[in-house]
């Protein structure tokens, strides 16, 4: 989700950059936000 807000800060004329949607490659926010989403397996931490 912050892959896509990143876009919409990018795009925004009130208080983002005013990029146009020519400007922007909308497929690789959507694929950042999909890995992004991701499950990642992370071992356990062993306590002492």
């Known amino acids: 989700m912050p892959r896509l807000r ?3 800060i990018c ?3 009130d208080y ?3 990029v146009t949607a020519d ?3 909308e497929t690789s926010f959507e694929d950042a ?3 992004c989403d991701e499950q990642v397996a992370v ?3 062993p306590i002492e």
């Open 6 to 8: 990143f876009g919409t």
């Open 33 to 35: 936000a999909d890995v």
């Open 11 to 13: 795009s925004n004329t």
């Open 23 to 25: 400007e922007l490659d």
């Open 43 to 45: 071992k356990p931490y």
């Open 16 to 18: 983002g950059l005013g």
